[in-house]
T-cell receptor, first 112, second 113 residues
Framework: NAGVTQTPKFRILKIGQSMTLQCTQD?????MYWYRQDPGMGLKLIYY???????DKGEVPNGYNVSRSTTEDFPLRLELAAPSQTSVYFC???????????FGSGTQLSVL | QKEVEQNSGPLSVPEGAIASLNCTYS??????FFWYRQYSGKSPELIMF????GDKEDGRFTAQLNKASQYVSLLIRDSQPSDSATYLC?????????????FGTGTRLKVLA
């Protein structure tokens, strides 16, 4: 099983550019999450989804958008990149109900 | 704002010693607690979870939970250099139908050979 797959692994953006971080999981999990991790910090929740067609904001949603058209995919969209969005982004999935999170390998994003 | 607090460290212990990592949380209704290990440049991986007050042991790892004090700890016995990593405490938000997890900033552990 591939688990949770994120692409790309690294990306450099210029201020004002847009991009989509891709996340797909093959475990048939209903719950999916996007976190960002700044250096020396913990994980901050950006958006999450409890199933196809249902998304909700986390702690730090400003500057991001998500969609969930299928159970497998949960892309994260940055519309107007800003230096403050330089971070490592992790996608995760879960069966829910207090279960463990399965993480992707992360995307390191720099906005210059 | 619900919070999970950890000492950032680094916590340095000699090889073979017991490493003790601590975590406090603000959400009194939380029922599920997790410890993740994160090596530098890698994604977090779950090492322990605990739902009930008391101790839970798995190999060299013991998780301890005290809901009255809102306190979770992780003990690592016979610490090895390979245990050197950042340990993240995570708590499931008690708000119904959200399934959100709140993470602490992590404690960096260094096991000295």
């Amino acid at each position: 099983n591939a688990g949770v797959t994120q692409t790309p692994k690294f990306r450099i953006l210029k201020i004002g550019q847009s991009m989509t971080l891709q996340c797909t999981q093959d475990m048939n999990h209903n719950y999916m999450y996007w976190y960002r991790q700044d250096p020396g910090m913990g994980l901050k929740l950006i958006y999450y989804s409890v199933g196809a067609g249902i998304t909700d904001k986390g702690e730090v949603p400003n500057g991001y958008n998500v969609s969930r058209s299928t159970t497998e995919d949960f892309p994260l969209r940055l519309e107007l990149a800003a230096p403050s969005q330089t971070s490592v982004y992790f996608c995760a999935s879960s069966t829910g109900q207090g279960g463990k999170l399965f993480f992707g390998s992360g995307t390191q994003l720099s906005v210059l | 704002q619900k919070e999970v607090e950890q000492n950032s460290g680094p916590l340095s212990v000699p090889e073979g010693a017991i490493a003790s990592l601590n975590c406090t949380y603000s959400d009194r209704g939380s029922q599920s607690f997790f410890w993740y290990r994160q090596y530098s440049g890698k994604s977090p991986e779950l090492i322990m979870f605990i739902y009930s007050n008391g101790d839970k042991e798995d190999g060299r790892f013991t998780a301890q939970l005290n809901k009255a004090s809102q306190y979770v700890s992780l003990l690592i016995r016979d610490s090895q250099p390979s245990d050197s990593a950042t340990y993240l405490c995570a708590v499931k938000d008690s708000e119904e139908r959200t399934y959100k997890y709140i993470f602490g900033t992590g404690t960096r552990l260094k096991v000295l050979a």
